[in-house]
């Protein structure tokens, strides 16, 4: 495994996505392939993308990769599609559009489906960005296909996110409603040359005022036409500019910490579950007591307690 | 249209009686009896149309508004349709001598086959261009090349159609030059090129580059032909590939239809009056197996594109309202297993082609399913238009098929899809912003993917394939490109770069990128001066790719 | 449980024939397995790096334009040079009987040619699941 770690360490491919592999299928070498790796993190820049689909956020990924490499910045991807269902396949097609780097070694663009992981989605694409930060990638993106419960959950392991718009897709407002706009740091109104974009633009500038506190500087929102490569540079710099504020300000520092925080809780939570799983039958129990229940009438509450209370000892006794 | 209530009362009567006794004997094959693109079929259709108005309206005559019953007066019995096979593979020298046999074995006109570096704008010496020259079609790198292509072929004798969308206007532009060397005049032409860029972005593939600048290059082409080469098809809008690529009749026919409204609105944008470019406009269409249905589709985007040019253009000359079409038979419906079934599908389809009055067919060989086809089969699939020309006898009336109650539901069924469609396109923003978000790829997807389950799970039956299937042979006497062949196209290549004047080729180069840069300017006349110096595919490609970008795929899976 | 196995839908070549491509992706998902499809036009260096980094069991090659001797062993030669020969390669397409023995030679496992059903590809995919699943 040393071999492994150092082969990562060395920024080799092969061996970075079979680290990635490992962590997907929870295989044993996890836990200890991510601590060796831990001490080497934490120096890459991890940006977070999303909209709803359609809203062009892969074409402007692409458009983005081109300009940081122009930086020479190293870049990975990580295409996370949380909405197969956990049991069956995934055809994972969003690398398609990127797939112009895919001769770039300083690019790695890699596709993650949900397969029903422990501890979510989200706890795999945690795992996978130390992957890629112990191997050297001075920028992570992470980009999900919509804008659901779990994108959100994913996409918020980032520093900072950028929030892609379209006009014209009768979801913008809705957007604006359900609370995706707290997540948002950056604002994109992509397909600018759209009936309607500068109107939501107004909008969303008009709903950022609510937002924004008079100390810090406001969101950027800014408007690209990412097929015919216009707003790129603005993109990037605006980024670059927030993300600078976000380092100076502590807020990086607070976010990141905050989401360690999140990481221990998700982590003990889950190996509590575990241990809970494996060790008392809880599938098994919970027929019983739904058989309890429906069938005999019991209070389910009452009877909560009472299995739990059972468990409980159990585990203490142990 | 409504069937009168005495008929309907009538069918119920027999319905109860002498239908339903048989079905309580014996049931049908089927629950449920579908055409080929899942419309429903009636077991016994019945009359409609009742008035003469409502005839008028929906069918009229041959020649004349709406078009149902066919673009000329006479149709077949004035002249048939020109039996165009689409031909070209390897070097120009090798399908020059193909084409010559085809016009000596009684073919009518040419149907050029490019191959894919060609199309994509890649010369041969490409590393892109790897195993692919030659294979799909003849390979091109300048006008040299064209030379051969046409070598002994009198450009003002016969009509040459090229399968060639994002550099058509190079091709054309080769095509004109080597009409000049003939001494043959522009306005002496005869032909078509695709052109058609939409359905590259849908279905086929061959894109260079995006949408805009894509349209752009298709106007530049509308514009030029009006002045210089009258005669010219400037387009054939293709539901060819859409079907090919698993679409339904209904699908094929309306999203042909809004690429053809996509490009009218384009060139009516870019300043163009309509009379002077909507009567080059001509359509590709796919025959596939399901006879019936397929004339049916024939007649109503015929019926469909006179109604769109009249009511939503406002064309007022009826050769603007006219859809004229070529037809190719299906490809995908050919199968690997017991080759010699092709000839009867392409039989069959070719009867839809006839049937439904297109101007020009190309029918597939039997052996396509397994390599390029050879000579052989090349004649039969040729002779079995012959066949049905000469021998059948369906030519010697025109839209023999119309009055069928069957034909004609199935008509007014498939225009009913289509328009709902158009709306739906329409709402979306038009027919490129319906491609970019991938709603149109999805729903061909959707439509394939049923189709192939069908096959999958024995609901469809293929002959050969999952049913009466043989154990078989391997077959022999396949044709093979050879694999030399890239290297002596590139050493000829090579060989006329080093020939030409540099310099020359250099100014002409920066003059396309000149007008590129500038959009008000037309981009035939740089082009073809470039050409003339021998200035090759891939050079001009490129200053376009620098200048317009290049369009990246866009599906939805 | 069994091994999630991931598998790669590349187009080789210049031809977008897509269909069948298309098709073989959306069947093998819903028999579920994770494909991950490149698109039309990819060069057999993309897809080698493509099938590296998303560490894929399985490539799956799709052609029509009749280059596959060339674009199918390329594939084959670029993985072994990356070390990564155990990702096992298999094509379909037009491609005629007397091609297959030279294919198979160069490291194709399996061909697939026109009208093959799903369920033969997904045979041949749990036949070899053993090897894949280190």
Sequence with gaps: MKDLTQQILNGDIRSIARAISIVENNAPLKEPLLDELYPFCGKAMIWGITGAPGAGKSTLLDRIIAAEREQQRRVAVIAVDPTSPFTGGAILGDRLRMQRHALDSGVFIRSMASRGYLGGIAGATRDVIKVFDAAGYDLIIIETIGVG????????????????????????????????????????????????????????????????ESSAPPNPVIMTAATLNEGIAEV???????????????????????????????????????????????????????????????????LIEKHLNSILKEIEQR | MPKSTELIKKQQQWENSTLKKVLDRNPERKAEFTTGSWLPA???????????????????????????????????????????????????????????????????????AFDLPTQIGYDSDDARSLGEVGKVGVAIDTLKDMEILFDGIPLDK???????????????????????????????????????????????????????????????????????????????????????????????????LADGIAYVQAALNAGLDLDSFADRLSFFFNAHNDLLEEVAKFRAARRMWAKIMKEKFGATNPKTMMLRFHTQTAGSTLTAQQPDNNIVRVTIQTLAAVFGGTQSLHTNSRDEALALPSEESVRIALRTQQIVAYESGVTNTVDPLAGSYYVEDLTDKIEAGVWQYLEQIEKLGGMVAAIETGFIQKEIQ?????????????????????????????????????????????????????????????QKLAAIRQAALSPDQNLMPPILDAVREYATLGEICNVLRDVFGEYQESIVL | MNK???ILIAKPGLDGHDRGAKYVARALKDAGYEVIYTGIRQSPEAIAQTAIQEDVDFVGLSLLSGAHNELFPR????????????????????????????????????????????????????????????
């Design chain 2, 42 to 112: 009636e077991r016994v259709a019945l009359p409609r149309i009742t008035t003469d108005e409502e005839y008028l309206n929906k069918l009229g005559f041959p020649g004349e508004y709406p078009f149902t019953r066919g673009v000329q007066a006479t149709m077949y019995r004035g002249r048939f349709w020109t039996m165009r096979q689409y031909a070209g593979f390897g070097t120009a020298e090798e399908s020059n001598s193909r084409y010559k046999y085809l016009l000596s074995q009684g073919q009518t006109g040419l149907s050029i």
């Design chain 2, 158 to 256: 016969v009509s040459t159609s090229m399968t060639i969308n994002a550099p058509a206007a190079i091709l054309l532009a080769m095509y004109l030059a080597v009409a000049e060397k003939q001494g043959v005049s522009k306005g002496q032409l005869n032909g078509t090129i695709q052109n058609d860029i939409l359905k590259e972005y849908i279905a086929r593939g061959t894109y260079i580059f995006p949408p805009k600048p894509s349209l752009r290059l298709i106007t530049n082409i509308f514009e030029y032909c009006s002045r210089e080469v009258p005669k010219w098809n400037t387009i054939s809008i293709s539901g060819y590939h859409i079907r090919e690529a698993g679409s339904t009749a209904i699908q094929e026919v309306a999203f042909t």
């Design chain 3, 4 to 6: 999630k196995l991931r």
């Design chain 2, 446 to 506: 959707e439509a394939a993917y049923r189709y192939q389950q069908e096959i999958e799970n024995g609901q469809r039956i293929v002959v050969g394939v999952n049913q009466f299937v043989i154990p078989e042979e391997p077959p022999s006497h396949l044709l093979k490109v050879d694999a030399e062949l890239q290297r002596i196209q590139i050493a000829k290549l090579a060989k006329v770069k080093s020939e030409r004047n540099q310099e020359a080729v250099k």
């Design chain 1, 149 to 212: 419960q779990s994108e959100v959950e994913v996409v918020s392991l980032a520093d900072m996110i950028l929030l892609v718009l379209v006009p014209g897709l009768g979801d913008e407002i809705q957007a604006l409603k359900a609370g995706i706009m707290e997540i948002g740091d950056i604002f994109i109104i992509n397909k600018k040359d759209r009936e309607g974009a500068v109107k939501l633009k107004t909008e969303v500038e008009y709903v950022l005022r609510f937002k924004n």
């Design chain 3, 75 to 134: 594939v084959v030669q670029l993985l072994r040079e990356k070390q990564a020969s155990d990702i096992i390669v298999f094509g379909g397409g037009v491609i005629p009987e007397s091609d297959m023995p030279f294919l198979k030679e160069q490291g194709i496992a399996a061909i697939f040619t026109p009208g093959t059903s799903i369920a033969a590809i997904i045979e041949f995919i749990e036949a070899n699941r053993p090897r894949v699943s280190h």
């Design chain 1, 236 to 302: 990037i710099a605006a980024a670059e500019q927030y993300f600078q504020y976000l380092t100076d300000s502590g807020q990086l520092e607070q976010r990141r910490r905050q989401r360690l925080r999140q990481e221990f809780y998700d982590i003990v939570l889950t190996k509590i579950q575990q241990v809970v799983e494996n060790h008392y039958n809880l599938t098994q129990k919970v027929e019983r007591l739904v058989e309890l229940v429906v069938e005999h009438h019991e209070k389910p509450y009452a």
